[in-house]
C-alpha cells in the first residue's frame, strides 16, 4: 500500500501509516537544487524546461520517505501565460511588469491556451509520471483565483493590499470578471495536469485569509469551488482534491462544502478541533508549523507526535506542514519529521 497510501487518506479509506508529503518539499533548502538553480540560470528556465522541472521534483524524493511527488511549478505560469511579464526581483519576489488595475485591463484578457501558452506542465507532468513509474502519486497544483488576482492586480507581493481591495471594493463586478476567467483558466490548467497523468490536485488560496468572511465567499470561495464541480476524471478515475486556504481556518465548514476530497490547515487551528468542526465530510491535510523544522530533532518529533494523537484514530489524515519549507531549513530536520510521522502514525 505504501506507493498509493496518499490516495487512499485523500478518500478517507484505511492506510497503513499516515501518509505525508511538505509543501515547497522541492525547493531551496536543498543543495542539489540550489546548483541546479544556478546552472538554469533562473526561476521561470526551471518551471518552463520539463526535464529540468521533473528534476526538481525527484530531487527531495531521493532524501526522504515521501509519500507524494508534487509537481515543481508556480502558481503564477497562469498569469505568466496571459501576457504580464512574470519576472522575480531578489529578496522580494514576483513581480509583473504589466499588473492589472482597471476594467480595460481585465478585459484585454482571456484564457490561455493550454497547449500552446502552457503545454510545458502537462509535458513535465508526463515526464515525471514515467520517472516515478507507479512507485509514488503525483499531485498537480494552481493557484486560486483569488490568489492569481492578487498578485496580478497588486503587481507583485503586498503587504495591505491596497489595489486589489479597492479594485473588490469600487468595482467589484470587474474584479468577478477577473475572476470568472482565472476560475475557467484554472479549472482547464489542473485538467491538463489530469489527462497527463496527475493523481491529486491542490488549489493554494494564499491570501484567502486576508479577506473578511463575507468577502471570502464572495471572491474567493465560490471560485474555488467552481473549480472543483469542473475537475474532470483522470485515466483512473476521480483524482481528489484540496483546498488550502492560508488563514482559513474559521471558514471550514464552508470549505468542506465545496465539493472538495480534503482541506489542508495552517497551524492556526488544531486539527483535532478541525476534525470535528468537519466531521467525515473531507480528509485533511497538515498542519505542523513550518518553523518547527528549525527546532532540534527530538522536539520535532514530540510535535509530529502530538498532531498525529490530536487526530486520533480516525481515516483521512495527510501530515503537511500548515504552508511550506523555507529555504534556510535543514534537511536533516525534514528527514526528522517526516521518518517521525511514519513512526508515530496512528492507522485508521
Avoid at 522575480?88 to 493550454?114: C, Q, S, W, Y
Avoid at 474559521?250 to 478541525?274: F, K, Q
Avoid at 518547527?292 to 489524515?317: C, M, N, S, W
Wanted: aromatic fraction near 8%.
Amino acid at each position: 500500500m505504501s506507493h498509493d497510501r496518499l490516495l487512499h487518506a485523500l478518500r478517507r479509506e484505511p492506510v497503513d501509516v499516515t501518509p505525508v508529503w511538505l509543501m515547497r518539499q522541492a525547493g531551496r533548502y536543498l543543495p542539489e537544487y540550489r546548483k541546479l538553480r544556478e546552472q538554469a540560470g533562473s526561476f521561470l528556465t526551471l518551471c518552463q524546461n520539463p526535464e529540468l522541472a521533473c528534476e526538481v521534483t525527484l530531487q527531495p524524493l531521493r532524501r526522504f520517505d515521501l509519500d507524494g511527488a508534487i509537481l515543481f511549478s508556480d502558481i503564477l505560469t497562469i498569469p505568466e501565460a496571459m501576457g504580464l511579464g512574470l519576472h522575480f526581483i531578489p529578496n522580494e519576489g514576483p513581480h509583473f511588469h504589466h499588473p492589472v488595475r482597471t476594467p480595460a485591463d481585465i478585459d484585454k484578457l482571456g484564457v490561455p491556451d493550454m497547449a500552446d501558452d502552457l503545454g510545458y506542465v502537462p509535458d513535465a507532468v508526463k515526464l515525471i509520471r514515467r520517472e516515478l513509474d507507479g512507485k509514488t502519486p503525483l499531485i498537480g497544483f494552481a493557484g486560486s483565483p483569488w490568489t492569481l488576482a492578487t498578485y496580478m492586480v497588486e503587481g507583485g507581493p503586498s503587504k495591505t493590499y491596497q489595489h486589489i481591495k479597492a479594485l473588490m471594493f469600487n468595482e467589484p463586478a470587474a474584479l468577478h470578471k477577473l475572476l470568472d476567467l482565472l476560475a475557467r483558466s484554472v479549472a482547464a490548467y489542473l485538467n491538463a495536469q489530469i489527462a497527463a497523468g496527475a493523481q491529486a490536485v491542490q488549489i493554494f488560496d494564499t491570501w484567502g485569509g486576508v479577506l473578511s468572511p463575507a468577502n471570502y465567499r464572495a471572491f474567493s470561495l465560490v471560485y474555488m469551488q467552481q473549480i472543483v464541480a469542473r475537475l474532470e476524471p483522470g485515466p483512473d478515475g476521480r483524482v481528489p482534491s484540496i483546498l488550502f486556504t492560508k488563514g482559513g481556518g474559521a471558514w471550514l465548514e464552508a470549505m468542506a462544502e465545496t465539493g472538495a476530497s480534503a482541506l489542508g490547515l495552517d497551524w492556526t487551528i488544531d486539527i483535532d478541533n478541525a476534525r470535528e468542526r468537519v466531521g467525515d465530510k473531507v480528509a485533511l491535510q497538515g498542519n505542523a508549523d513550518p518553523a518547527l523544522l528549525y527546532a532540534k530533532p527530538d522536539i520535532i518529533r514530540t510535535q509530529v507526535h502530538e498532531i498525529l494523537t490530536r487526530f486520533g484514530h480516525h481515516p483521512g489524515h495527510v501530515f503537511n506542514l500548515g504552508h511550506g519549507v523555507t529555504p534556510q531549513v535543514d534537511p536533516a530536520h525534514v528527514a526528522a519529521l517526516v521518518d517521525a510521522v511514519h513512526e508515530f502514525s496512528i492507522p485508521a
